[in-house]
């Protein structure tokens, strides 16, 4: 586990700890790695869950699916990111989410239960770390939050802006990346690519932005 401290240190559940805690940790939270391809599943709806993920390398979705193949993406996890918190700290709580490796990647899966009952070695960082989960969670609740503020938007075009001009926000620029591509973006923001492409060729049209594949920049007059 040595060799993943440069992504551990900089992951928001383990703010404030020391190499030797974070390691010790690990094993007091039976942490494990397993590998997936592209394309692969790593939790899949209707299961259940006593783990939560940490993603070492690669990325993955969060996503929803119903029996048609319709799809709708609620996040996407980078390098440092959780996933599955919610369902891991609930006992029994069945997945109604899937969660698919957008590329190759390596997780870390830890053991949630571990960490809310008694540490039996009666660690001095595990007050640390439960504070630094209920952070976790707490942002996540935020980013969802926001993705319901988009979604909630009655046409497309007003779904582009929403989730456009917050990018912009979060990121203080008016020149930025996004971390979807075409397709993933309609997923995300629940509406048809045809139609958000045509909207995006409009606003091109109309001068609010400018976009080149997950680029954009918003224009201001």
Same mark, same amino acid.
């Given at each position: 586990?040595?060799?993943?401290?440069?992504?551990?240190?900089?992951? &928001?559940?383990?703010?404030?700890?020391?190499?030797?805690?974070?390691?010790?940790?690990?094993?007091? @939270?039976?942490? /494990?790695?397993? %590998? !997936?391809?592209?394309?692969?599943?790593?939790?899949? /709806?209707?299961?259940? $869950?006593?783990?939560?993920?940490?993603?070492?390398?690669?990325?993955?979705?969060?996503?929803?699916? #119903?029996?048609?193949?319709?799809?709708?993406?609620?996040?996407?996890?980078? $390098?440092?990111?959780?996933?599955?918190? &919610?369902? /891991?700290?609930?006992?029994?709580?069945?997945?109604?989410?899937?969660?698919?490796?957008?590329? #190759?990647?390596?997780?870390?899966?830890?053991?949630?239960? !571990?960490?809310?009952?008694?540490? &039996?070695? @009666?660690?001095?960082?595990?007050?640390?770390?439960?504070?630094?989960?209920?952070?976790?969670?707490?942002?996540?609740?935020?980013?969802?939050? #926001?993705?319901? $503020?988009?979604?909630?938007?009655?046409? %497309?075009?007003?779904?582009?802006?929403?989730?456009?001009?917050?990018?912009?926000?979060?990121?203080?620029?008016?020149?930025?990346?996004? &971390?979807?591509?075409?397709?993933?973006?309609?997923?995300?923001?629940?509406?048809?690519?045809?139609?958000?492409?045509?909207?995006?060729?409009?606003?091109?049209?109309?001068?609010?932005?400018?976009?080149?594949?997950?680029?954009?920049?918003?224009? $201001?007059?």
């Amino acid at each position: 586990m040595q060799n993943y401290l440069p992504v551990l240190r900089n992951c &928001p559940f383990f703010t404030g700890l020391t190499d030797d805690e974070i390691l010790s940790i690990l094993h007091c @939270v039976s942490a /494990a790695k397993i %590998t !997936r391809h592209r394309g692969s599943y790593i939790f899949r /709806a209707g299961d259940s $869950t006593e783990v939560m993920g940490l993603v070492l390398s690669g990325s993955t979705l969060v996503i929803q699916e #119903d029996l048609w193949g319709h799809r709708n993406i609620l996040s996407k996890c980078n $390098t440092g990111d959780f996933f599955g918190e &919610p369902y /891991a700290a609930t006992p029994g709580a069945i997945l109604n989410i899937s969660v698919v490796a957008e590329e #190759d990647c390596e997780i870390l899966l830890l053991n949630v239960k !571990r960490l809310l009952t008694s540490c &039996p070695t @009666v660690c001095d960082h595990h007050q640390k770390l439960i504070r630094n989960l209920v952070s976790v969670l707490a942002n996540k609740i935020l980013l969802f939050n #926001d993705k319901i $503020t988009h979604v909630s938007k009655r046409t %497309t075009r007003e779904k582009l802006l929403s989730y456009l001009s917050a990018e912009s926000i979060r990121q203080s620029a008016l020149s930025f990346d996004i &971390p979807f591509d075409r397709q993933q973006l309609a997923d995300f923001l629940c509406v048809e690519r045809a139609a958000m492409s045509a909207e995006l060729s409009k606003l091109q049209k109309e001068g609010l932005l400018v976009t080149k594949r997950n680029h954009f920049q918003l224009l $201001t007059r």
